[in-house]
């Protein structure tokens, strides 16, 4: 199989210091493996995605000097919210395995269950999922639409990171069956990005370690769909000095701004230098670093971005 790796961004706002990072990286790890890049657009949800960020971010990628070979622009089609029917087949296949169950929880109902006492186990599933035909019924009559969750092995599933090492969940007891189609009648995240990454050829996703927890669940449904699950590699965190996570509404740090006060080599030098590529935040172009990259020298602990940034 050929190595293809993915810019996989959702168009909910314009890219930020920490995106930009991760996509380097991702575009540094495959270009040094000879292997082509793929971009995905992932606007799965209507209510956040906007088509102006999809053309500004495809912009700031390319301004920061990263190409890809084949999806969109080029490949129209290339997007989560084309892709509706094949999210839908790989559903019925689920559905037809007897691995999916209505769920009519609510919002705060699902919260509570996903944050167990320390040391406690969570149950795999809701109360939903052991309903009888009659309950449901009696549920579907009153008219709220349910969402549909994927009921989830009681077993490990390892998943070899690239970066990070091993990383194991048992799905039943850590994460617990989990939403693959929301009420409202929109596929949900994990589902899309499994499909997608197996029906697209991905060998490589590398992205930012918050999704680290998301891989065992997305190489569960992929193989349950009988693809090939690619290789993980996640990035370090860049967070804020107090601690907090980078969103796509950090004014100062989205490439807005970012573009203002730096040239493209100037940016790809700082983010070379932040990761530990580098040791001196000197300018220089992103093709330069092909040659030189490892994983081995990245870093794996978060990033606090200094002040001078
Ligand atoms: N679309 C996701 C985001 O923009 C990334 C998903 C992924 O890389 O798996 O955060």
């Known amino acids: 199989m050929p190595i293809r ?11 930020h210091i920490g995106n930009m990072l991760s996509s380097l990286l991702a575009w540094l790890d495959v ?10 657009l992932e606007d799965l949800d209507p209510e956040r995605s906007w088509e102006e960020y999809a053309e500004l971010m495809a912009g700031d990628l390319r301004w920061l000097g990263l ?47 996903s944050a167990p006492h320390p040391g406690e186990e969570r149950p795999s599933g809701c109360r ?11 549920l579907r009559r009153r008219g709220r639409r349910a969402a549909a969750k ?5 077993r490990e599933i390892a998943v070899h990171d690239g970066h990070y090492g091993e990383y194991r969940e048992n799905l039943a007891r850590s994460c617990g069956d989990f939403i693959i189609r929301r009420s409202d009648g929109v596929f949900a995240y994990q589902l ?32 349950t769909l009988g693809g090939a699950a690619p290789e ?3 990035a370090p965190l860049l967070i804020s000095p107090t601690g907090r996570k980078l969103s796509k509404r950090e004014g100062d740090l989205n490439m807005a701004a970012l573009r203002e006060r730096y040239t493209p080599e100037g940016l790809c030098g700082v983010l070379a230098f932040l990761c530990g ?5 000197e300018s220089v172009p992103a093709r330069e670093l092909v040659p030189h990259f490892s994983w081995g020298k990245v870093r794996r602990e978060d990033i606090i971005l200094p002040d001078w940034v």
């Open 128 to 138: 939903c999922r052991s309903l009888g035909e009659g309950e449901r019924e009696a």
């Open 150 to 154: 994927v009921a989830v092995p009681d």
């Open 67 to 113: 190409d890809w070979d084949c999806g969109w622009p080029m490949d129209a089609g290339c997007r989560q919210g084309r892709r509706t029917g094949e999210y839908q087949a790989a559903f019925e296949r689920l559905e037809g395995m007897g691995l999916v169950y209505d769920c009519w929880c609510s919002r705060s109902e699902r919260l509570a269950a």
């Open 277 to 281: 590529l580098t040791d001196r935040p």
């Open 232 to 234: 993980y590699c996640h």
């Open 192 to 223: 899309a990005v499994s499909v997608d990454d197996a029906a697209m050829g991905v060998t490589r996703v590398v992205r930012a370690r918050d999704l680290l927890s998301s891989a065992p669940r997305q190489k569960w449904l992929i193989e």
């Open 31 to 40: 270009r040094s493996l000879g292997g082509e890049m793929l971009f995905r």
């Open 5 to 15: 790796g993915r810019f996989a961004p959702s168009p909910s706002g314009r890219l």
